[in-house]
């Protein structure tokens, strides 16, 4: 598509760089839930059936039928639905044999609820170097799997950036590391046509209103292997009513493990599930559209001179619900002053190389309960990463827009 064109239209006016022009939209705005989802959960909560299982008359079946739903849609044997993506890990980590002590493998560039589920587990994370474009360090994994005994692998696909899966599972493979990975920020994605999440052992799914999907808090675990999913299920608080899961392995499983098991009582409600269930029949829809933006931004934002944006490979069919770019040529004083403004006129940026963490914003130095790691290359990378959310609200002109207000900012530094 022309960029200076919007989808046949007239042609886009682009305010000039200096001009003190302001966004005039919230890129925090999740957007509207669908009519489908309201209504449903609506219905439901007219029957007072939010929880999932029902003992004694019968249940709404929609935790069980989203399980269902998520588990054709990646091509996965089994998916359990948990209340939030931080569970969702942890749950991963237990049934993968994660004991306390453990050394558990994880990327360094990361936020806080996934060392979080490591520490909820008693196993100590083991960080591991990123390279320029934000995707785990191959030599720094090898370095590190070798060096301190981690038999797991928790790998996350931060913001949305997909390492080569290949080399990922070769690697695992010649190690003999467990593979889990994090998908909070690749649902619908894929590397070489392949979900995310379809990879390892088990995949860690987030609904948190700020993902793909979005009920506010959730998360879903998919595996094939049927141990891994029996436990899972036992694990999230099934008690005995297990049979009520339609993606779920024989009741022989579950004689071994149902009284072996504890109940975390982390399950999803039925009232989160059927709030999901429309939405993800739209999520192709969203992909689609969500990408569009995403190259809309790119290509106005590799534009401006001390802008990087990283390079995406091929084989990554991603799903951009967010953009990542470097700024290079200012200081750490400067930086932090240019996310600030651009923050106050609408483009609301995070920039990960803060001394302190802010928001959901975070990096490995702040999480201070994790035994201290030195990652100069992940400091530097991350000294100059900038971010900022990609809602589907925006048109190509707020693309403009925001590079416009970027273009500004960044340029009053070199005045």
């Given at each position: 598509?022309?960029?200076?064109?919007?989808?046949?239209?007239?042609?886009?006016?682009?305010?000039?760089?200096?001009?003190?022009?302001?966004?005039?939209?919230?890129?925090?705005?999740?957007?509207?839930?669908?009519?489908a989802a309201?209504?449903?959960?609506?219905?439901?909560?007219?029957?007072?059936?939010?929880?999932r299982y029902g003992e004694y008359s019968g249940t709404e079946p929609h935790a069980a039928l989203f399980e269902r739903e998520f588990a054709r849609y990646v091509d996965s044997r089994y998916a359990i639905a948990v209340n939030s993506g931080?569970?969702?890990?942890?749950?991963a980590l237990k049934v993968a044999g994660v004991q306390p002590g453990d050394k558990v493998l994880v990327n360094a560039f990361n936020l806080a609820p996934v060392p979080g589920a490591i520490h909820h587990a008693g196993a100590d994370a083991v960080l591991v170097e990123i390279d320029r474009d934000h995707r785990i360090s191959f030599d720094d994994l090898r370095r590190q799997a070798e060096t301190s005994g981690a038999k797991v692998l928790l790998l996350t696909h931060m913001r949305g950036h997909i390492a080569d899966m290949d080399k990922i599972t070769a690697l695992c493979s010649e190690l003999g590391l467990t593979l889990i990975e994090d998908c909070a920020h690749t649902m619908g994605a894929k590397w070489n046509s392949r979900f995310?999440?379809?990879?390892?052992?088990?995949?860690c799914f987030s609904t948190q209103t700020f993902k793909h999907i979005n009920s506010g808090e959730g998360g879903i675990i998919v595996t094939d292997d049927e141990d891994m999913a029996a436990q899972a299920i036992l694990y999230s608080?099934?008690?005995?009513?297990?049979?009520?899961?339609?993606?779920?392995?024989?009741?022989?499983?579950f004689e071994?493990?149902?009284?072996?098991?504890?109940?975390?009582?982390?399950?999803?409600?039925?009232?989160?599930?059927?709030?999901?269930?429309?939405?993800?029949?739209?999520?192709?829809?969203?992909?689609?559209?969500?990408?569009?933006?995403?190259?809309?931004?790119?290509?106005?934002?590799?534009?401006?001179?001390?802008?990087?944006?990283?390079?995406?490979?091929?084989?990554?069919?991603?799903?951009?619900?967010?953009?990542?770019?470097?700024?290079?040529?200012?200081?750490?004083?400067?930086?932090?002053?240019?996310?600030?403004?651009?923050?106050?006129?609408?483009?609301?940026?995070?920039?990960?190389?803060?001394?302190?963490?802010?928001?959901?914003?975070?990096?490995?130095?702040?999480?201070?309960?994790?035994?201290?790691?030195?990652?100069?290359e992940t400091r530097e990378i991350l000294s100059t990463t900038c971010d900022m959310r990609i809602p589907l609200s925006l048109s190509e002109s707020h693309c403009v827009?925001?590079?416009a207000i970027i273009l500004d900012e960044l340029s009053s530094f070199k005045s």
């Open positions: 598509m022309n960029k200076d064109t919007d989808s046949g239209s007239d042609p886009i006016s682009r305010p000039a760089a200096s001009a003190e022009i302001n966004l005039g939209i919230d890129l925090s705005d999740p957007g509207r839930l669908p009519d309201i209504n449903q959960a609506v219905e439901l909560m007219q029957t007072g059936r939010l929880h931080g569970c969702a890990i942890f749950l995310t999440g379809r990879f390892g052992a088990l995949g608080g099934s008690y005995m009513l297990y049979g009520q899961h339609q993606s779920a392995p024989p009741e022989s499983v071994k493990w149902k009284k072996r098991t504890p109940n975390f009582s982390m399950r999803m409600s039925n009232l989160v599930a059927c709030i999901l269930r429309p939405q993800l029949q739209e999520m192709e829809h969203r992909g689609h559209h969500w990408n569009q933006i995403y190259r809309w931004l790119e290509s106005e934002l590799n534009s401006i001179e001390g802008i990087e944006v990283p390079k995406r490979e091929p084989e990554e069919q991603f799903v951009a619900s967010s953009i990542q770019f470097h700024v290079h040529g200012l200081d750490k004083k400067q930086l932090m002053q240019f996310a600030d403004r651009c923050t106050a006129r609408g483009v609301a940026i995070k920039w990960f190389g803060r001394n302190e963490p802010m928001g959901y914003t975070s990096q490995y130095q702040h999480w201070q309960y994790l035994e201290a790691q030195d990652l100069p827009t925001i590079a």
